[in-house]
Structure formats: C-alpha cells, structure tokens
C-alpha cells in the first residue's frame, strides 16, 4: 500500500500489508486485553481520554501536516480536525459517567435497573476524507464505554491510521486497547466473521455499506453505518441571501468539497433564484486553490486523480444532458488532483447532478415556485444524511426541518456539522444507526435489563 501526496504526486510511505495471519493474531491480542480493560473504573477510563486529548493538542501541526501529506486538506482545516478530535475526547471524558450510569425502572418488582456493559472488541471501517475526526468520533465513546478497537482505514492514509496507534500509547493506554490493521478492503470480510470481533462501524460510500452490512448480518452482529449523502439546501423567499450564499459555499468547498454532509444541491425559490444565483458564484469564485500547506490557500487538491476525473466525468455527463456551468467545470493543467469550484444549474432528474451525489466542489441549483415543490426535490433522492434550510420565519424553518425532510439532521440558517453533544447519522441510503452523544454511546454496548424480586 502507497501513501501519495495529491499535491506533489510523490510516495510519502509505503506499506506491506499483514497477512492473514498477522491480522488474525492482532485481533486476538486486542479481545485478550479486553478482558482487563472491560474491568477498569470510568475514572481510569476518563483521565486516559483526557490524556490523549492532551496528546492531539500537543502533536497537532504534526498530525496535521501528515494530513495534508496523505490526502490534500489545506492545513488550517487540517489542525481544526485535530482539535476537534480533542473535543470529543474531553466531551466523552466528562460526561461518560452520566452516560453509562444505571437507569433505575420502576416495574414489577423490588428493583429494575437497566445497565450499560461494553460489547468486546469493535470494528472500525474509515474514510481518507477526515483521517482523524472519523476515527475519534467513534473511539472517545468506544473507549470509555469499555470496548476495545481495531481500525482498518482507507488505504491512502495509513500513515494517520499508525499516529493514532501511537498516540494511544503515548497517552497510556494500556497494549493492545487499540490496533490499526493494515488490510485491503478484501480482508475486511474475515475480520467480521471473527468471533473475536463483536460489531463493525463503517463511514464511507454507500456501496461499501451494504457490503459490510451484509457480512455483519450473516454473523448477526451490531453495525452502525454512516454513509453518502447529496444534501439539499432550501432557500426559502425570506432569506437573508447574502448570508445563505456565503454559508452555503463554505458547506460545499469544505475539505475541497470531499464532505459526505456537504451541501450539495440548492433548492432556490424562483422569487429570489436570480439574487441568490449571483451572490452563490460569487462567492464560490472566492476560492483560492493551490499548495495546502500555504495559509491563503483556501482548499486543496482531491485526495486521488481519479477521485477527481469520475467528479469531472459527473459535470461534463450532467452537461451534455442539458445543464449549464455558471463557473468551473474544467480540469486545470496542473500536476495536482485540482478540481476548480463549480456551479451549474438548469438541473433535471436523469443526470449525475441531480441522482448522484458529487464528492467535490461541484454545486447543483435548482428552481422552485412553492414550498411543496421544493420539499418533494429535497426528498427524491435516495441519500437522507443531512438537510439545510434558510429563512427569517423560524416556526416555518422548524416545521419543515422536523415534519418536511427526510434526513438525519437538518440545520437553520447554518451549514450542517457534526458536534459531539448532538447525534450524527442518517436514513434511507445514508445508513442507520448514530454517532456521537449519548446515542453514539450506546451503539456498541450491552443494554442490560436486571430485575431483583
């Protein structure tokens, strides 16, 4: 496996992966120090969270800069992605206790409590496109509800898989509490079927999803699954345009546009479509592109060349369907995975720009006359992650959040991101199950009911 910088084009590392034995004894090293790491009290469990959370903080240009070496982010967002990390450790440091605290139940006897008992050894199945937050998301809770962890991340950034790695033993952590695994997507199949292994998180494409979901459903194991989203954005009449042009670019030309909770396809009533239309390309044509290690440089590379020419291959076959490019479009001439910031419009179901969803700067407008109109071409996709509406009438921007649009989180007049204090996840294609809060907690745990007559 090659690590290559999507900037420069050049090897950063390379790596042999282990073989099926290899990962066969690691996962069993890892179930071993199950047995011991099940058995710590949360105060253990929380002043070692804490201290990795002071480790991410104390390593972070480092771990940012391997960042943007692997797969293309431009640094500032790189180190926000590590601070971010280290909130969630500090989130689920202090608040783990209240979370995994017996729930007392009145029933039909002298005491009903429901307790809350770590599963075992979980697998975690990652994307490139936040090496660091899509791992901590799911270990801070994995962590301190008891559970141990073995990561198979995307191929192009092991060299953050093996940070990690070292960052838990910096922090303390007990040998063997977390491993990565240096795997193909191939291996991933028997890592399931081990009996060591109790359940599987996935964040990735939707394809990837379901062949994980079906494995982990042979072998009747728990899977939460966070998958593709093609979120849609409504622009009602009483907008503030110039603030929702400005939010929304910075949701679409986040990480280089590489967000699976990006917003994707804007939904623009026709009283203000013109207003908005200007406003949103001007504030898209704002983008700088260029070398991410450069702090003017306000997004990046692609993480892969191919990554970049199947985006490419979605505008140019959208076009040729009868869409129209408002800036962008084009592959520039540079050695770089670089794709330039897009709009089009004139976007009509049957192209990739409306049916797909594009992993890149790319935005889709569409045109509507009424608030109906606009909610059923929010909801005809088969993604259902995360959904944004503008609006100064807030009853109505809640009624439609909450009662209008199939999605698993869905943000007024702001851009849609994850936070450790709110459940994450989705419906429909965009999976099931949630991250983060309480929610993300109790995936992986045992929901123990005792009664005592």
């Not at 003017?296 to 869409?323: C, F, M, N, W, Y």
Request: hydrophobic share 45%; with cysteine.
């Amino acid at each position: 496996m090659r690590s290559i910088n999507p900037y420069t084009n050049k090897v950063v590392a390379s790596y042999q992966a282990y073989s099926e034995a290899e990962t066969k004894h690691i996962i069993k090293e890892v179930d071993h120090a199950f047995g011991e790491w099940k058995h710590t009290t949360l105060e253990e469990r929380k002043a070692l969270v804490l201290k990795l959370e002071e480790q991410l903080l104390k390593q972070e240009d480092y771990l940012a800069e391997l960042i943007v070496a692997e797969m293309g982010k431009v640094k500032h967002e790189a180190i926000s992605e590590i601070k971010k990390c280290a909130w969630v450790c500090r989130y689920y440091a202090e608040n783990g206790q209240q979370f995994l605290d017996r729930e007392l139940i009145q029933a039909d006897a002298s005491e009903s409590f429901v307790s809350f008992q770590p599963l075992g050894t979980i697998l975690a199945v990652m994307p490139w496109n936040f090496p660091f937050w899509q791992v901590f998301r799911f270990l801070a809770p994995a962590l301190m509800a008891g559970n141990t962890v073995v990561l198979k991340h995307a191929r192009n950034v092991q060299g953050c898989s093996l940070a990690i790695e070292k960052l838990m033993k910096d922090a303390g952590f007990p040998k063997d509490v977390f491993r990565s695994l240096i795997i193909g997507g191939a291996a991933v199949k028997q890592v399931i079927e081990n009996s060591k292994v109790k359940g599987v998180t996935l964040t990735g494409s939707t394809p990837a999803g379901k062949a994980v979901a079906s494995v982990a459903g042979s072998v009747l194991k728990k899977s939460v699954l966070e998958l593709g989203g093609s979120d849609p954005y409504l622009i009602l009449e009483d907008a503030n345009l110039e603030e929702a042009a400005r939010l929304c670019a910075s949701s679409r030309l986040l990480n280089a546009g590489q967000s699976c909770i990006g917003a994707k396809r804007f939904i623009v009533f026709e009283s203000v479509y013109k207003q908005f239309r200007e406003a949103f390309v001007e504030e898209m044509k704002k983008a700088i592109y260029g070398d991410p290690m450069e702090t003017a440089i306000t997004i990046g590379p692609l993480a892969r060349h191919d990554l970049r020419d199947e985006l490419h291959g979605q505008v140019s076959a959208s076009l040729a369907k009868g869409a129209k490019v408002l800036c962008g479009g084009f592959i520039p001439e540079h050695q770089a995975a670089f794709y330039p910031p897009t709009v089009m419009d004139q976007i009509m179901p049957g192209m990739p720009a409306y049916e797909e969803e594009l992993f890149g700067p790319v935005a889709s407008l569409l045109k509507v006359k009424t608030e109906e109109e606009a909610v059923q071409i929010a909801n005809d996709t088969v993604f259902g992650l995360g959904a944004g509406i503008f609006t100064a009438d807030l009853d109505r921007g809640k009624r439609l959040a909450e009662k209008g649009l199939d999605a698993g989180c869905v943000f007024i007049n702001d851009f849609v991101k994850s936070d450790p204090r709110l459940p994450f996840g989705g419906i429909k294609e965009s999976g099931f199950g949630r991250e983060l809060s309480l929610y993300g907690l109790r995936e992986f745990v045992n929901i123990k009911t005792v009664v005592v007559k």
